[in-house]
């Protein structure tokens, strides 16, 4: 770590969920956000932008495969304006969605990626994190949608494609819970027996739910399971970045947590420093 960290009394920890406007719903540039994460003290971050996915899937929420290179170099140049001030690394948010295995594998293989997030974000075909089919979660039955839920996320789990989980209980983003645990903690099982780590995400305390990703009682059944956790604000504007991750930290710390970040996609414990920090 670089020497002017040393006596800074600001936080040391990274932030490791966040997108630029390549997935055309968030603002602030790489540039923009790495100053933000200086201006909130932080040690370090991990851009982990929407990975492209075929063109049938979720096309107006993403980047496109050809723009990947751009994402990258631009990831890249936040990387080497910041040197010495912010360690800036390069990861991505991807979507487990049976059938795209391959796609996804080919497009970790295009570069090298410090951290990749494996996220469910549809339900077959439906986008029930996307507040235009919020209705949808009317028309179904609770129990059965969080089944299907944590089905796929064990799916993700057991691909080997992911470093760790994004955003858990994301279906409960609206408000709507899951009724029954059981489903949730099946999924913990295989997320710990495959050595994965958890997004602990603070941007459900900013949507209706008012509760990061995971709940309170998941938390500790992660940490039960010796998961360990990757803070992340999801920041989709330089506003967010860093959001609450103080508080996170200090939640996950009190609850016997390990929290790690990812680089070159090998777990990195928090230095010592940072765990006086
Ligand atoms: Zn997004
Ligand atoms: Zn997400």
Redesign the pocket.
């Known amino acids: 770590m670089p020497q002017d960290f040393k006596n800074r009394p600001s936080a040391l920890y990274f932030d490791s969920h966040m997108?630029t406007p390549l997935?055309q719903?968030?603002t602030g540039t790489p540039l923009e956000m790495a100053r933000a994460a200086l201006d909130a003290g932080l040690a370090g971050i991990t851009f982990t932008d929407?990975m492209p996915m075929p063109a049938w899937y979720d096309a107006p929420?993403r980047m496109r495969r050809d723009q990947l290179d751009h994402y990258v170099s631009s990831v890249r140049e936040a990387q080497s304006a910041f040197a010495s001030r912010l360690e800036v690394r390069l990861g991505l948010e991807a979507d487990f969605h049976p059938g795209t295995e391959h796609w996804i594998e080919e497009v970790l293989s295009a570069h090298e990626w410090d951290y990749v997030i494996g996220s469910v974000h549809y339900i077959g075909a439906w986008g029930f994190d996307n507040p235009e089919f919020q209705d949808e979660y009317e028309r179904r039955d609770p129990g059965a949608l969080y089944r299907s839920y944590y089905a796929l996320i064990e799916g993700a789990a057991r691909s080997g494609l992911f470093d760790a989980i994004g955003h858990l209980d994301l279906p409960k983003k609206f408000g709507l819970r899951a009724p029954e645990d059981g489903p949730a903690l099946a999924a913990l099982d295989v997320i710990a027996a495959r050595g994965l780590a958890l997004d602990f995400n603070t941007a459900g305390w900013r949507k209706v739910v008012g509760e990061a990703y995971p709940s309170p009682e998941l938390t500790y059944q992660a940490v039960a399971r010796g998961i360990p956790f990757v803070l992340g604000s999801?920041a989709?504007s330089p506003e967010e970045v860093g959001y609450r991750l103080g508080d996170a930290r200090q939640l996950l710390l009190e609850e016997g947590a390990r929290v790690v970040t990812f680089k070159a996609r090998i777990l990195q414990e928090e230095d010592s420093e940072a765990q006086r920090g």
Do not use: S, V
């Open positions: 997108h997935c719903h968030a929407h929420w999801d989709h």
